[in-house]
């Protein structure tokens, strides 16, 4: 049996010292060949002839192992999270009950008396592709436990993981294009700049996920929970997101354009400088969220809720805004010209020097709104509450002012629409 060198023994010891291994727990791995209950936390230990050694109930968390020799090696109750064991040989190694949450499996050696528990067997050949392209869809994987599993840069396209448990995996960088995920279990997993466009993820748990700079172009995300999932630099283009849950998610400077989040829950979601143009908005809630420099152009927001919603520097040029909430917000100096605001709520919302060129504001609740210096040039404001608003300075000329209310308005130097202009008293 062959000895680990001096040389080796060194370059480990200096190598694991700083990441928590245990230097006197190394010696005995080193002097004895067994080592149970050792601390090889971050251990460097890639291409390493570890034969037949006893690791029972180790911590090799996160333990470079890749190119190991692990023939016959005792791994049982051993804590293997985040190791790296690719091209590593087990062959005859004991890893029952091991921890093996995102191991990383490619082309690790195998064989018939290797034990190692079904759903890591299971994971095993996905990864290292033993599965055959028909089997991807017929392979049953209903209810099955592949929590924790790496899938980084595997190729699952195809693949039907209805109702998989999948919480904690990682599958960055993989092939997820046209693979189903129907009621699946995705908590607290890493998508991160995986290809899913038109894949189906109708009611699966997101939550907490990471799909940062993921392509999920064309995919089925209908009633998702995405709390709290960060989606930032995304590319949604056309992705269906009906009726679910965004809120608290973080999807900044992504992309969404003609994206359909109808009745979404948006509530604190982040949308910074983000491309909205197009978007199906239709019935979402977004209070609290940041709009802050997003791009909302032609989107279609009637009847949303946008309660303390931030917008500033946002482009809200031609937005259907029918029958929104924009009560109390502040659109100062907003250029809102092509906007339908019809049976809009703006009460208390602050409009100084807006851009209300042509806009549809019939039956609109613009209740004490400041609307100062606002350009209303062919406005149709009919049947509008305006009463305590102030239009102080305002431009009405054109505009449409059948059936307002104007109690208590301020009207003074404002031009109305027969261009004559209030004197102020």
């Given at each position: 049996m062959k000895i680990l060198s001096l040389t080796l023994f060194l370059a480990l010891l200096s190598s694991t010292a700083v990441n928590a291994a245990n230097p006197k727990h190394i010696q005995r791995l080193l002097e004895t060949r067994k080592c149970e209950k050792c601390n090889l936390k971050n251990a460097k230990l890639r291409g390493f002839?570890?034969?037949?050694?006893?690791?029972?109930?180790?911590?090799?968390?996160?333990?470079?192992?890749?190119?190991?020799?692990?023939?016959?090696?005792?791994?049982?109750?051993?804590?293997?999270?985040?190791?790296?064991?690719?091209?590593?040989?087990?062959?005859?190694?004991?890893?029952?009950?091991?921890?093996l949450d995102r191991v990383k499996l490619h082309n690790t050696v195998v064989n018939d008396r290797t034990v190692l528990a079904k759903k890591w067997q299971r994971i095993f050949s996905i990864v290292n592709q033993k599965v055959t392209n028909l089997d991807r869809k017929n392979t049953d994987f209903m209810q099955t436990d592949l929590s924790g599993a790496n899938f980084d840069d595997v190729d699952l396209r195809n693949y039907?993981?209805?109702?998989?448990?999948?919480?904690?995996?990682?599958?960055?960088?993989?092939?997820?294009?046209?693979?189903?995920?129907?009621?699946?279990?995705?908590?607290?997993?890493?998508?991160?700049?995986?290809?899913?466009?038109?894949?189906?993820?109708?009611?699966v748990n997101l939550e907490k996920a990471t799909l940062q700079a993921a392509d999920l172009r064309g995919a089925n995300f209908n009633q998702t929970n995405l709390f709290k999932a960060n989606l930032n630099q995304t590319y949604l283009e056309g992705t269906q997101l009906i009726n679910s849950n965004l809120n608290k998610a973080q999807i900044a400077t992504s992309y969404l354009q003609n994206t359909n989040?109808?009745?979404?829950?948006?509530?604190?979601?982040?949308?910074?400088?983000?491309?909205?143009?197009?978007?199906?908005l239709n019935n979402v809630g977004l209070k609290k969220a940041d709009l802050t420099g997003a791009n909302i152009s032609t989107a279609i927001l009637s009847n949303s809720q946008m309660d303390k919603i931030k917008l500033g520097g946002a482009n809200l040029t031609s937005v259907n805004l029918k029958g929104a909430d924009l009560s109390n917000l502040n659109l100062n100096?907003?250029?809102?010209?092509?906007?339908?605001?019809?049976?809009?709520?703006?009460?208390?919302?602050?409009?100084?020097?807006?851009?209300?060129?042509?806009?549809?504001?019939?039956?609109?609740?613009?209740?004490q709104a400041d609307l100062s210096g606002a350009d209303l040039t062919n406005a149709n404001l009919s049947n509008v509450d305006l009463t305590r608003a102030n239009l102080r300075n305002a431009n009405l000329k054109g505009a449409t002012l059948s059936g307002i209310k104007l109690n208590f308005t301020n009207l003074c130097g404002a031009t109305m629409p027969n261009n004559t202009q209030i004197k102020c008293e």
């Open positions: 002839y570890l034969r037949q050694v006893n690791l029972k109930g180790a911590n090799l968390q996160g333990a470079d192992l890749n190119g190991a020799d692990l023939k016959g090696a005792f791994l049982r109750d051993t804590n293997l999270v985040d190791a790296d064991l690719r091209n590593a040989n087990l062959e005859n190694a004991n890893l029952e009950n091991a921890k039907d993981f209805t109702g998989v448990n999948l919480q904690g995996a990682s599958l960055e960088g993989a092939l997820l294009s046209k693979t189903n995920f129907e009621n699946a279990n995705l908590k607290d997993s890493s998508l991160f700049l995986s290809d899913i466009r038109h894949s189906n993820f109708q009611k989040l109808e009745k979404a829950k948006l509530d604190n979601t982040n949308f910074f400088n983000t491309d909205l143009r197009g978007a199906n100096n907003t250029d809102l010209s092509g906007n339908n605001l019809s049976n809009a709520n703006l009460s208390g919302t602050k409009l100084k020097a807006a851009n209300l060129k042509g806009v549809n504001l019939s039956n609109a609740n613009l209740f």
